[in-house]
T-cell receptor, first 115, second 113 residues
Framework: QQQVKQSPQSLIVQKGGISIINCAYE??????FPWYQQFPGKGPALLIAIRPDVSEKKEGRFTISFNKSAKQFSLHIMDSQPGDSATYFCAASQGSGAGSYQLTFGKGTKLSVIP | AAGVIQSPRHLIKEKRETATLKCYPI?????VYWYQQGPGQDPQFLIS???????DKGSIPDRFSAQQFSDYHSELNMSSLELGDSALYFCASSLDAGSDTQYFGPGTRLTVL
C-alpha cells in the first residue's frame, strides 16, 4: 500500500513554462512534507518543505501548495529551465521520537524541460 | 558547506559475499538514516540511529546490520549478498533529535554479480 501517491510519473514542459507535480497521502499523522530533486546517480537534494499549519510556501521559483482537508500537496516550478530536468520525489514523515522521522517517498516524477 | 560523505561510491561484489558501507554525517549532526533505492524506484527506509542507538527499523533484511559510532559515523553491514541487493544505498543525516529535515549523501552504488 503506497502511503504517498505521486503523479504524473513523467512530465514534459517547455522552457519557461510551469511544472506541476501532485502528491496525495493517506496517513493523517504525517506532519512534514518535503520535496527532493534527484539527478541520475546522485543523492536526493532537499528543495523545499512544508508543514500542515501552512497552506503555501514559496522559495524562489519553487512553491508548495498544501491542502490538509484533501490530504494533498503539490510542487509548482515556475519559469522551468532545462537544468530543472530531474526526478522529483515528494515525501512525508511523522515524528515520534529521536531519529524516528523516517521519510515515506512517492514513486517520483521524471521532469524533462525542453528548450 | 560540508555534506554527507559516503564510501565507497561504487562497490561490486559476488553473490554470498559481504559488504560494508560507510556514512559520515554532516558535522554536528547526530542522527543518521539509511535508505535503499532500487533501479527506477523510490528510496525505501532501512534503519536509523540517534546518539549511537538504533531509533527505528524499516524493511531491512536480517542479513543486514548497522551501527553508529562515537564520532557519529555509521556503517551498514550486508552479508550473504543476493542479486536483489543491487541498488543505491543512501545515508541521510539530520541535526538533532527534534529535526525532521534530512540531508542525503551521494550514495553508494552496490552491484552484486
Amino acid at each position: 500500500q503506497q502511503q504517498v501517491k505521486q503523479s504524473p510519473q513523467s512530465l514534459i514542459v517547455q522552457k519557461g513554462g510551469i511544472s506541476i507535480i501532485n502528491c496525495a497521502y493517506e496517513n493523517t499523522a504525517f506532519d512534514y512534507f518535503p520535496w527532493y530533486q534527484q539527478f541520475p546517480g546522485k543523492g536526493p537534494a532537499l528543495l523545499i518543505a512544508i508543514r500542515p499549519d501552512v497552506s503555501e510556501k514559496k522559495e524562489g521559483r519553487f512553491t508548495i501548495s498544501f491542502n490538509k482537508s484533501a490530504k494533498q500537496f503539490s510542487l509548482h516550478i515556475m519559469d522551468s529551465q532545462p537544468g530543472d530536468s530531474a526526478t522529483y520525489f515528494c515525501a512525508a514523515s511523522q515524528g515520534s521520537g529521536a531519529g524516528s522521522y523516517q521519510l515515506t517517498f512517492g514513486k517520483g516524477t521524471k521532469l524533462s524541460v525542453i528548450p | 558547506a560540508a555534506g554527507v560523505i559516503q564510501s565507497p561510491r561504487h562497490l561490486i561484489k559476488e553473490k554470498r559475499e559481504t559488504a560494508t558501507l560507510k556514512c559520515y554525517p554532516i558535522p554536528r549532526h547526530d542522527t543518521v538514516y539509511w535508505y535503499q533505492q532500487g533501479p527506477g524506484q523510490d528510496p525505501q527506509f532501512l534503519i536509523s540511529f540517534y546518539e549511537k542507538m538504533q531509533s527505528d527499523k524499516g524493511s531491512i533484511p536480517d542479513r543486514f546490520s548497522a551501527q553508529q559510532f562515537s564520532d557519529y559515523h555509521s556503517e551498514l553491514n550486508m552479508s550473504s549478498l543476493e542479486l536483489g541487493d543491487s541498488a543505491l544505498y543512501f545515508c541521510a543525516s539530520s541535526l538533532d533529535a527534534g529535526s525532521d529535515t534530512q540531508y542525503f549523501g551521494p550514495g553508494t552504488r552496490l552491484t552484486v554479480l
